[in-house]
């Protein structure tokens, strides 16, 4: 079991940048991939980044790359989305979800690959 808390959501203005960051606990000793998705009404939710338990792997959308970067610190059980260059278009909600494994990598963006969730928090680009 694992639990996921999702921070550092609000209110900024497009160029702008934010840091999310993704608290887990329980049976952190086993090693998790850690993804980031986002959501808005109507919309499917969109894989946004992903890494695996060590951090050396990434995976990002098309949509963020050059733009997002996460990253990982396994000793505070801690995983941050760096978003910089904000665009309205990125406006959602953002949950993290962790996977206990993938057995084929390009899956990432699947929301069926993922064992549990935060609650997400809410990212809003306007000015």
């Known amino acids: 079991q694992l639990q996921l808390v999702e921070s550092g959501g609000g209110l900024v203005q497009p160029g702008g940048s934010l840091r999310l960051s993704c608290s887990y606990s329980g049976e952190t000793s086993r090693r998790y991939g850690i993804a980031w998705f986002r959501q808005v009404p109507g919309k499917d939710r969109e894989g946004v980044s992903y890494?695996?338990?060590?951090?050396?792997?990434?995976n990002y959308a098309d949509s963020v790359k050059g733009r997002f970067t996460i990253s990982r610190d396994n000793a505070k059980n801690t995983v941050y989305l760096q978003m910089n260059s904000l665009k309205p278009e990125d406006t959602a909600v953002y949950s993290c979800?962790?996977?206990?494994?993938?057995?084929?990598?390009?899956?990432?963006?699947?929301?069926?690959?993922?064992?549990?969730w935060g609650q997400g928090t809410r990212v809003t680009v306007s000015s």
């Open positions: 979800a962790a996977a206990l494994f993938i057995a084929d990598g390009s899956h990432w963006s699947f929301p069926t690959e993922y064992d549990y």
């Open positions: 890494t695996t338990s060590s951090g050396l792997t990434t």
